[in-house]
């Protein structure tokens, strides 16, 4: 159950004014995670107005095609060459950042809507790079738990690759566990029907919410990426040893690490002293327009 409390020292003039913060404060408990019980305070009318602008910025951007798609160069390690990239969506006019976009889009049912315009983007980003006769990578799409319900997305990606004669090698999925959490056999499906058609899984965000080491053995995923809290806290605090056991873990389980979030030379030098796989971060690349990251390379 998800409980919004409201007390009568908010002193309202209305007992309908009580209802409507009680609502406030019981939606508040659902984005906080459900099963929790939340107090109206006064700052949660303002965080609920500025959803709604969120809200009604999106829905015009999925109308408009507004949206836009930058990539971000993971860098394979041993070789320092462009391995592949994540495809990051963002509003054109940057109005709202995508991690506060897509967790309004997630809560209001439009994530399945802009989880097709994102894929069809990056189609066309892949169709364009190969009629310029750049040499292809794999790129990276977010799938995010609130898209299951899209019973059509498989379908609509497998004709999308099939139209455009696009080898489904070059395109990685990114999932997290929450999906795990949202409904179990429906998401085992879902990954069962992406490894079967030739698309590769990566586990995003490692070492935030659960993380539990269990899930990676059912995940038939081929990398796993640890998150950049985990770089944060640990190769920031000297705590070393906790990143290398990761690594070192991961491998054990036969899957590749991508390590998110580094931003320092120190930082890349530890995670290939390490033997991680791959780094995606700052120290190498911001995320690029399509122009620029189809003739990325490092020159480092
Ligand atoms: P994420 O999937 O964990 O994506 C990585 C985020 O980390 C990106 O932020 C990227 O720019 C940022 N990042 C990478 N390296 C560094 C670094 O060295 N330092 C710092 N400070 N940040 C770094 P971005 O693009 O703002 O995306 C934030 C989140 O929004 C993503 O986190 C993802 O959860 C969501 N998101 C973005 N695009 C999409 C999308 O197309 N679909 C879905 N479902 N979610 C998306
Ligand atoms: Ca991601
Ligand atoms: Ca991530």
């Known amino acids: 159950a998800s409980v919004g409390l409201v007390t009568s020292a908010e002193a309202f003039d209305s007992a309908e004014k009580y209802v409507v913060a009680a609502g406030i404060a019981k939606s508040e408990a659902k984005h906080g995670g459900k099963n929790i019980a939340v ?3 006064s700052a949660m009318g303002e965080i609920i107005k500025n959803r709604h602008k969120v809200r009604t910025e999106i829905e015009k951007a999925c109308k408009e095609n507004l949206f836009k798609v930058v990539f971000q160069p993971q860098i394979e390690l041993t070789t320092k060459e462009v391995f592949g990239f994540e495809a990051l969506i963002r509003l054109q006019n940057e109005k709202y950042p995508p991690g506060e976009f897509i967790s309004v889009a997630e809560e209001s049912g439009l994530m399945p809507k ?7 983007k990056v189609i066309n980003t892949i169709v364009e790079w190969r009629n310029n006769g750049v040499e292809l990578k794999k790129i990276s799409i977010n ?3 609130a898209q299951m319900k899209d019973k059509e997305y498989i379908p609509f990606l497998k004709a999308l690759l099939a139209k455009n004669a696009i080898d489904p090698k070059y395109i990685c999925i990114e999932i997290t566990e929450s999906m795990l959490f ?4 429906l998401a085992k499906n879902i990954f069962d029907e992406f490894s079967s058609m030739g698309l590769r899984i990566a586990l995003d965000d490692f070492g935030t919410g659960y993380s539990s080491f269990s899930y990676l053995t059912y995940i038939p995923a081929t990398f796993v990426k640890l998150d ?11 705590k070393y040893h906790v990143v290398e056991n990761l690594i070192n873990f991961v491998h054990g389980l036969n899957m590749k690490v991508i390590i998110e979030g580094i931003e320092e030379k120190w930082q890349a030098d530890k995670i290939v002293e390490y033997k991680g796989d791959y780094i995606q971060g700052y120290y ?3 995320p690029l327009e399509s122009k620029d990251a189809q ?3 490092l020159n480092i």
């Open 182 to 185: 949202r409904d179990r056999a």
């Open 228 to 238: 950049k809290s985990l770089v944060d806290t640990y190769l920031k605090q000297e």
């Open 284 to 286: 190498y690349s911001r």
């Open 39 to 41: 107090f109206y305070n």
């Open 114 to 120: 802009v989880g097709r315009i994102l894929t069809e």
């Open 295 to 297: 003739n990325f390379k």
């Open 143 to 145: 799938y995010s738990a």
